[in-house]
């Protein structure tokens, strides 16, 4: 759990005003994911690790361009 609410802060200040929700939620199994709608941006069962630094705000430039 720290890790994905790093990653949340990290989203609310790299996307600022553009976020309008933003939802942890806690399951078993070592599932993180990370989605923009239906739209999968990093998945930790796929990967078989966790994103390094910056690397979804990376992924989500390509699919929500910062203003």
């Known amino acids: 759990m720290p890790k994905a609410v790093s990653l ?14 933003i939802a942890l939620i806690p399951s078993s199994g070592g599932v993180f994911e ?3 709608g239906d739209q999968l941006v ?15 705000e990376k992924q989500l430039e390509q699919i929500v361009p910062k203003e």
């Open 8 to 21: 949340t802060d990290s989203l609310v200040k790299f996307y600022k005003d553009r976020i309008t929700e």
């Open 34 to 36: 990370v989605t923009v």
């Open 42 to 56: 990093f998945s930790k069962k796929q990967t078989e690790r966790f994103p390094e630094a910056g690397e979804v």
